[in-house]
């Protein structure tokens, strides 16, 4: 399958490398000179243009591309690259990235997109189909890693309900990065007061696991 990625930035660079290693063929696209990192993914094809000009599409030969993902930190040049890519070029699959939530109506196929990729989305719904209340939920690891994303849902008899995202004693190689409450994901900050239904989601490696489990009072 052949992959042209619009945006090399660290979320592009990082699609790259894993579509690479399922063997597949990758271009990443991008305007920046500064963004061209070509050490970082050498398997991969470079070209340095704009990605909303059909003259670069022409250049990437998006005629000969299995799937578009628009992958920029611009969500205006993410639904130009979509568009271009599903109506002059008739390319077969789109993906493209979402970075503001509330930007996420336009999302859709009028916009050529096929499948668009929220990361509050996806945190919930990762959340909702596989957290148990007051047990520790591996829901993936990285492959490049041995890091690991985990969920806790507080349990009312939590230690830590009641408690500031800054007074928790985290385990040196754990870190909050998200709360989810209700259908509204947070970015934590210090003074954020945990309450019972609380989803948290922690990035940490195997071994901070059972210091985070005793902290948050899981089994």
């Given at each position: 399958m052949r ?151 507080l349990d ?64």
């Amino acid at each position: 399958m052949r992959v042209v990625i619009a945006g090399a930035g660290i979320v592009g660079r990082s699609i790259a490398r894993e579509l690479l290693a399922n063997s597949h063929r990758v271009l990443l696209v991008d305007r920046s000179p500064a963004a061209m990192k070509i050490s970082s993914v050498p398997d991969a094809q470079w070209l340095l243009a704009d990605a909303c000009e059909i003259s670069s599409l022409d250049e990437a030969e998006l005629t000969d591309c299995d799937v578009v993902v628009a992958a920029t930190g611009d969500d205006k040049a993410n639904l130009v690259v979509s568009l271009l890519a599903k109506t002059e070029y008739g390319v077969p699959r789109t993906v493209a990235r979402v970075n503001n939530p509330k930007n996420e109506w336009l999302f859709d196929e009028a916009w050529g997109v096929d499948v668009a990729v929220s990361t509050p989305r996806l945190m919930t719904a990762l959340v909702e189909e596989a957290v148990s209340v007051g047990e520790l939920v591996r829901l993936f690891t990285f492959q490049q890693s041995s890091t690991s994303m985990a969920e806790y849902t507080l349990d009312p008899a939590s230690p830590v309900v009641g408690r500031t995202v800054g007074g928790l004693p985290l385990p040196a190689d754990a870190v909050l990065v998200a709360i989810v409450r209700g259908d509204r994901p947070i970015a934590p900050t210090p003074d954020d007061v945990l309450e019972a239904g609380d989803h948290l989601m922690f990035l940490s490696v195997p071994d901070a696991e059972a210091e985070l489990r005793s902290l948050l009072g899981a089994p």
